[in-house]
């Protein structure tokens, strides 16, 4: 089983539509998570981090379940410009190598 | 200011020949990264420094080589291309490490 699993996508979704991404972790002693955001050919970008609390950023909401050792991404009112690949992060302190970038879900929104 | 900023933005080695792939960030940062990202893999950790004058293998270091020259900067070497080194290898940065990182535009490698 890999460390942080994404559905790779792709999701093609209207403009207008809500659309949510769950990303999986393995380690439960993971401490920090991030969402980026990858357009094609790009470097990766901060989209948001995600707090146990949960937090919201305009139209997206970034929740953590450490329960079920997961955390997601919504996205509310897609726009044509949410097209890209967003990758989750977890990172772990007890070991230096533990940075995790998940492979990634592709979203496509359509007119 | 630049951010974070790499050198070359592409480079065709042939196997066997040595590169060093140049970061630097303005942004005061302590920590620096360096990522391979393969297509279905995702980003992979080479190596990284938390600090100034430290420096730690990541998941796949093997092949590679870093100096963290200064506080700037974070340099990756590749002593002898090998085909399974060609990737697109980006650069990051955070204010401390496991935190939020800021990357720069990406070198794409080809070994021939």
């Known amino acids: 089983r890999k460390e942080v699993e994404q559905d790779p996508g792709p999701f093609n979704v209207p403009e207008g539509a809500t659309v949510a991404f769950n990303c999986t972790y393995s380690?439960?002693?993971?401490?920090?998570f991030f969402w980026y955001r990858q357009d094609c050919r790009k470097e990766p970008k901060l989209l948001m981090s995600v707090y146990s609390s949960g937090n919201e950023d305009g139209r997206f909401t970034a929740q953590l379940n450490r329960a079920s050792q997961y955390i997601s991404l919504l996205i509310r009112d897609s726009k044509l410009s949410d097209s890209a690949t967003y990758l989750c992060?977890?990172?772990?302190?007890?070991?230096?190598?533990?940075?995790?970038f998940g492979s990634g879900t592709r979203l496509s929104i359509r007119p | 200011n630049a951010g974070v900023t790499q050198t070359p933005k592409f480079q065709v080695l042939k196997t066997g020949q040595s590169m060093t792939l140049q970061c630097a960030q303005d942004m005061n940062h302590n920590s620096m990264y360096w990522y391979r990202q393969d297509p279905g893999m995702g980003l992979r950790l080479i190596y990284y420094s938390a600090s100034e004058g430290t420096t730690d293998k990541g998941e796949v270091p093997n092949g590679y080589n870093v100096s963290r020259l200064n506080k700037r900067e974070f340099s990756l070497r590749l002593e002898s291309a090998a085909p399974s080194q060609t990737s697109v290898y980006f650069c990051?940065?955070?204010?401390?490490?496991?935190?939020?990182?800021?990357f720069g535009p990406g070198t794409r490698l080809t070994v021939l």
């Open positions: 990051a940065s955070s204010g401390t490490d496991y935190n939020e990182q800021f």
């Open positions: 992060v977890v990172m772990t302190r007890s070991s230096a190598s533990k940075i995790i």
């Open positions: 380690n439960s002693a993971s401490q920090s």
